[in-house]
């Protein structure tokens, strides 16, 4: 039995660190919720058209924050106004379940090029690639739609670093 030992050690480490690296839950919690992205029941208007897909798993970008963040969403256009866009997905949502005991309904949120954001949007991820399709599609308004919602923070997942 004393010659496991070390074998057992040295799995157990290698154990921790990936937990430590890489947390199972926020892999679990950013494919669950790409999953019921994909269902949800959200109202495009008629006339827009899919650009690009996006997802995002990752750090908020403040300096030392550990909080990871999960975005889901496209980029698209439509021949409407600002305030018609907005008003068509004023009660979408996803419906989330982060844990077994709660049900949460993220709502859909919806954001434009060259317009001032928060940090806790995936803007700063996309902004660049949402300017440049705006500039390209012309009379049309470009928009990002996504849900996003922070995640898990009990292990400090190296990949959620701001």
């Not at 040295?10 to 690296?21: A, E, Q, W």
């Not at 798993?57 to 300096?63: K, L, P, V």
């Not at 470009?142 to 990949?159: N, Q």
Request: charged share 25%.
């Amino acid at each position: 039995m004393d010659k496991y030992w070390p074998w057992i050690l040295s799995l157990s480490t290698v154990c921790f660190i990936v937990l430590l690296t890489y947390n199972p839950v926020n892999n679990l919690n950013f494919w669950n919720l790409q999953r019921r992205y994909e269902v949800a029941r959200i109202s495009h208007p008629e006339n827009s058209v899919l650009l690009a897909k996006k997802k995002y798993f990752g750090g908020s970008g403040e300096y030392d924050s550990s909080i990871c963040r999960y975005f889901v969403g496209e980029i698209r256009s439509a021949p409407l106004s600002k305030s018609e866009i907005m008003n068509t997905y004023e009660n979408d949502y996803v419906a989330f379940r982060l844990s077994v005991f709660s049900r949460d309904d993220i709502p859909i949120k919806i954001l434009f090029p060259n317009e001032p954001v928060s940090l806790e949007s995936p803007y700063w991820d996309w902004g660049h690639e949402l300017n440049l399709i705006s500039e390209e599609v012309g009379e049309n308004t470009v928009y990002l739609v996504y849900a996003g919602i922070k995640g898990d923070t009990s292990f400090r997942d190296l990949r959620c670093r701001g």
